[in-house]
């Protein structure tokens, strides 16, 4: 069993940035792709960014140049750095893990609004 826990979310500015974080833990496990996604009010989950175990990553096209995606393999961590927010940034983001299986975290809140 694998738990997230995640951080770095709040209230932004257009134009600011933000970096969230999420730790993993639990028993003995092997972690794989890590990765962000969002759900914005009303719309369906989708992905943000992944990185593999070897640090391949993956963008979504509205985020591509904007945000990125990073890990620490020693510490069971995924990182996402947001620049240039905007307002259609805001939603839930989600952690997400591949270990064997996958796990999510609760999601933090990203409000981007003057």
């Known amino acids: 069993q694998v738990q997230l826990v995640e951080s770095g979310g709040g209230l932004v500015q257009p134009g600011g940035s933000l970096r969230l974080s999420c730790a993993a833990s639990?028993?003995?496990?092997?972690?794989?792709?890590m990765g962000w996604y969002r759900q914005a009010p009303g719309k369906q989950r989708e992905l943000v960014a992944t990185?593999?175990?070897?640090?391949?990553?993956n963008y979504a096209d509205s985020v591509k140049g904007r945000f990125a995606i990073s890990r620490d393999n020693a510490e069971n961590a995924v990182y996402l750095q947001m620049n240039s927010l905007k307002p259609e940034d805001t939603a839930v983001y989600y952690c997400?893990?591949?270990?064997?299986?996958?796990?999510w975290g609760q999601g933090t809140r990203v409000t981007v609004s003057s």
């Open positions: 990185i593999t175990s070897g640090g391949r990553t």
């Open positions: 639990g028993s003995a496990f092997s972690i794989y792709t």
């Open positions: 997400y893990v591949d270990s064997s299986a996958d796990y």
